[in-house]
């Protein structure tokens, strides 16, 4: 089915032929999305998909109804990999029409990274597309330098250096500074990192083939840090932003950083590798004592981190961390007003010490399949050690949600994007 279909939404119940569950009915003149009075943001969402499943290639949209908020739900569902550009949008104010062209942007490039082969993303070439990307929105406000290889080990950067160091492609860390006032001195308001591991076979602590597949997503930390900046300078961003993306491929090679080895962070902080696959939390930590260096009032990490935080909220959440409460409620309010769902998982000071070393200040993991219980928390633990200010205004987010292994009645499957909208309302918003 090729043709141009035309869609339009009611508020009238779909009829009964269509059968219980049904969100959408065919007419001669095209397809009707019956909305339901409350949750509309998923029911069109999931017409969108309905649609789509049909074998629908083209649709336009028609009718007054469709607002900022309901195109963008319909775009949400009806966009697959394979067809990214299949919606003519119905008419809007100009503001609503640029805004949502700002997303399609941010969300389609983060998208993509995601779906890329890790063939074609190594480190270096995901540093070089995250500091191009942000450059073509501002090139005359954006700064930016990558180090990699030997390079990384000669500054100190033991996690990113240590984790990468067994693939022939070397790691790379990208630091990108994005000030619009040009004033050298002006204070940096938030330090974006993100984890960027283009592939992650687990090391020594080798994934099962199953897992293994989808590792070529363990690079949506930088993806959502980087489209969520974008999409904030879009908005008109008028905050000077650091973002520091920590990229590698964990392999397995004879060089490869192996389970007993120590690594001693610039902070002094030492760490015993207990697992070789809970690396993301070694490259963010250098990434950490960066944005802490930088003297940001907020710090923001994101991370494809734990399966644990999949098991404890699904595919259809992000997990939050913060020893910040009054961070944590603002940026679930965020979320809420984005639409997107987020969650709070448990984090205290003495997660720092669920994971002790006889030889070192502490382990990466337990030395137990999947990190042993409370394994979210206790990454989100560790991470804390990198930050200074007591940890306060620094929020850690574990990417549950950032993609669907296959389909449901929403999306497509792959990327989700889930995450973008709210951090980037979040640097906009927050007043520091």
Same mark, same amino acid.
């Given at each position: 089915?090729?043709?141009?279909?035309?869609?339009?939404?009611?508020?009238?119940? =779909?009829?009964?032929?269509?059968?219980?569950?049904?969100?959408?009915?065919?007419?001669?003149?095209?397809?009707?999305?019956?909305?339901?009075?409350?949750?509309?943001?998923?029911?069109?969402?999931?017409?969108?998909?309905?649609?789509?499943?049909?074998?629908?290639?083209?649709? !336009?949209?028609?009718?007054?109804?469709?607002?900022?908020?309901?195109?963008?739900?319909?775009?949400?569902?009806?966009?697959?990999?394979?067809?990214?550009?299949?919606?003519?949008?119905?008419?809007?104010?100009?503001?609503?029409?640029?805004?949502?062209?700002?997303?399609?942007?941010?969300?389609?490039?983060?998208?993509?990274?995601?779906?890329?082969?890790?063939?074609?993303?190594?480190?270096?070439?995901?540093?070089?597309?995250?500091?191009?990307?942000?450059?073509?929105?501002?090139?005359?406000?954006?700064?930016?330098?990558?180090?990699?290889?030997?390079?990384?080990?000669?500054?100190?950067?033991?996690?990113?250096?240590?984790?990468?160091?067994?693939?022939?492609?070397?790691?790379?860390?990208?630091?990108?500074?994005?000030?619009?006032?040009?004033?050298?001195?002006?204070?940096?308001?938030?330090?974006?990192?993100?984890?960027?591991?283009?592939?992650?076979?687990?090391?020594?602590?080798?994934?099962?083939?199953?897992?293994?597949?989808?590792? !070529?997503?363990?690079?949506?930390?930088?993806?959502?840090?980087?489209?969520?900046?974008?999409?904030?300078?879009?908005?008109?961003?008028?905050?000077? =932003? !650091?973002?520091?993306?920590?990229?590698?491929?964990?392999?397995?090679?004879?060089?490869?950083?192996?389970?007993?080895?120590?690594?001693?962070?610039?902070?002094?902080?030492?760490?015993?590798?207990?697992?070789?696959?809970?690396?993301?939390?070694?490259?963010?930590?250098?990434?950490?004592?960066?944005?802490?260096?930088?003297?940001?009032?907020?710090?923001?990490?994101?991370?494809?981190?734990?399966?644990?935080?999949?098991?404890?909220?699904?595919?259809?959440?992000?997990?939050?961390?913060?020893?910040?409460?009054?961070?944590?409620?603002?940026?679930?309010?965020?979320?809420?007003?984005?639409?997107?769902?987020?969650?709070?998982?448990?984090?205290?000071?003495?997660?720092?010490?669920?994971?002790?070393?006889?030889?070192?200040?502490?382990?990466?993991?337990?030395?137990?399949?999947?990190?042993?219980?409370?394994?979210?928390?206790?990454?989100?633990?560790?991470?804390?050690?990198?930050?200074?200010?007591?940890?306060?205004?620094?929020?850690?987010?574990?990417?549950?949600?950032?993609?669907?292994?296959?389909?449901?009645?929403?999306?497509?499957?792959?990327?989700?994007?889930?995450?973008?909208?709210?951090?980037?309302?979040?640097?906009?918003?927050?007043?520091?």
């Amino acid at each position: 089915m090729n043709s141009m279909i035309i869609v339009q939404l009611s508020n009238q119940p =779909v009829p009964a032929i269509w059968g219980d569950g049904s969100v959408v009915s065919t007419q001669e003149s095209g397809i009707t999305i019956h909305l339901k009075g409350k949750n509309n943001h998923l029911t069109i969402q999931q017409g969108a998909r309905a649609i789509a499943v049909m074998g629908v290639q083209q649709c !336009k949209l028609v009718g007054a109804d469709w607002n900022l908020e309901a195109q963008w739900n319909f775009h949400q569902g009806f966009w697959s990999h394979k067809n990214q550009q299949g919606v003519v949008f119905a008419e809007m104010d100009k503001q609503s029409q640029q805004q949502l062209q700002n997303r399609i942007k941010a969300y389609q490039w983060a998208k993509n990274q995601i779906h890329a082969t890790p063939e074609d993303l190594s480190p270096l070439n995901l540093a070089q597309e995250a500091a191009t990307f942000i450059c073509q929105i501002a090139p005359d406000k954006v700064s930016y330098e990558i180090l990699s290889g030997d390079e990384l080990a000669e500054k100190g950067y033991v996690g990113i250096h240590g984790v990468g160091r067994g693939s022939e492609r070397p790691p790379a860390l990208l630091t990108l500074d994005y000030n619009p006032s040009s004033d050298s001195n002006a204070p940096v308001s938030v330090a974006l990192v993100g984890k960027g591991i283009t592939f992650d076979s687990g090391g020594y602590s080798l994934k099962a083939s199953e897992t293994m597949f989808l590792m !070529k997503i363990d690079m949506g930390g930088a993806a959502t840090v980087t489209a969520a900046l974008a999409l904030a300078m879009l908005n008109g961003l008028n905050k000077r =932003v !650091k973002l520091i993306l920590c990229c590698a491929e964990n392999l397995v090679s004879g060089h490869a950083y192996k389970l007993g080895d120590i690594l001693t962070y610039r902070n002094g902080v030492s760490v015993e590798i207990a697992n070789t696959d809970a690396e993301g939390r070694l490259v963010l930590a250098d990434g950490l004592i960066d944005a802490t260096a930088s003297g940001a009032k907020l710090i923001v990490d994101a991370a494809t981190l734990t399966g644990a935080a999949m098991v404890a909220v699904g595919s259809r959440f992000n997990a939050l961390f913060s020893l910040d409460q009054a961070l944590m409620q603002r940026y679930l309010s965020y979320a809420n007003q984005e639409q997107e769902y987020h969650w709070p998982l448990p984090l205290e000071t003495w997660h720092a010490d669920e994971c002790p070393s006889s030889f070192a200040d502490t382990q990466n993991s337990r030395p137990v399949k999947g990190g042993g219980v409370g394994g979210a928390s206790n990454a989100a633990g560790f991470l804390s050690r990198f930050v200074d200010n007591d940890q306060q205004t620094w929020l850690h987010i574990d990417l549950a949600g950032v993609y669907l292994e296959s389909a449901n009645k929403y999306a497509a499957a792959g990327a989700t994007g889930l995450g973008i909208k709210t951090l980037a309302r979040a640097l906009i918003d927050e007043a520091l």
